[in-house]
């Protein structure tokens, strides 16, 4: 069983800075790409960073420029650093990770974390 765990959320002020954390546990063979989605009410989920374990990145047009994402293989740990916050990026921020478990690879999802940004 694979497991996601994501931490760091919490409430900012608008042009604030949060850090968010991912780690992937269980049986894993290994990571391929990890990465962030969120989700607001009312909204389809849509894509804010991926990161291949080759070093590619593939940001959602919004964030570009104001968020970072970045890994430690050896942790199966992604992050998020997020800069320049603003009201509409309040959501549910949930961690994606593709792992490869048992010969077979397939897609997890963590449980979210909360990000919320005032005006």
């Known amino acids: 069983q694979v497991r996601l765990v994501e931490s760091g959320g919490g409430l900012v002020q608008a042009g604030g800075s949060l850090r968010l954390s991912c780690a992937a546990s269980g049986s894993i063979f290994s990571v391929n790409t990890m990465g962030w989605y969120r989700q607001s009410p009312g909204k389809q989920r849509e894509l804010v960073a991926l990161?291949?374990?080759?070093?590619?990145?593939n940001y959602g047009d919004s964030v570009k420029g104001r968020f970072t994402i970045s890994r430690e293989n050896d942790k199966k740990t992604v992050y998020l650093q997020m800069n320049s916050l603003k009201p509409e990026d309040t959501a549910v921020y949930l961690c994606y990770a593709e792992v490869v478990s048992w010969g077979r690879a397939r897609g997890y999802w963590g449980q979210g974390t909360q990000v919320t940004v005032s005006s």
């Open positions: 990161l291949t374990n080759g070093g590619s990145t």
